[in-house]
């Protein structure tokens, strides 16, 4: 399984902007859909904003208009882009999705990631 790492969270006050990454470093993979979720204090992981490898986005209401995803074919990352930061966006952000690995030219069968840490994102003024 494909274990991902999410990078770029940090304290931002409310209204601005954060762009978390989402990688596995050294492992060669075709993503076939990814996506963010988060984790607030004393709420379950909820998925919040989604793609394709068609180019399908999906996005929660929550977010929706504020938050865009992108992939990096090359880098094979995958980013968000988080502008217009609210308190409620408070949550340990991570990223997972459906995806083969490829490994001495052989490519598996798709399935789940492994989660990984998640980056805190802190919005407070």
């Known amino acids: 399984q494909v274990r991902f790492e999410e990078s770029g969270g940090g304290l931002v006050q409310p209204g601005g902007s954060l762009r978390l990454s989402c990688a596995a470093p050294?492992?060669?993979?075709?993503?076939?859909?990814m996506g963010w979720y988060r984790q607030a204090p004393g709420k379950q992981r909820e998925l919040i904003a989604s793609l394709t490898s068609a180019g399908t986005t999906t996005y929660a209401d929550s977010v929706k208009g504020r938050f865009t995803v992108s992939w990096a074919n090359t880098e094979r990352q995958f980013d968000l882009q988080m502008n217009s930061l609210k308190p409620d966006d408070t949550a340990v952000y991570y990223c997972n999705g459906e995806v083969s690995r490829i490994r001495g030219g052989q490519a598996y069968p798709a399935e789940f990631g492994v989660w990984g840490q998640g980056t805190q994102v802190t919005v407070s003024s």
């Open positions: 050294g492992i060669i993979f075709s993503m076939y859909k």
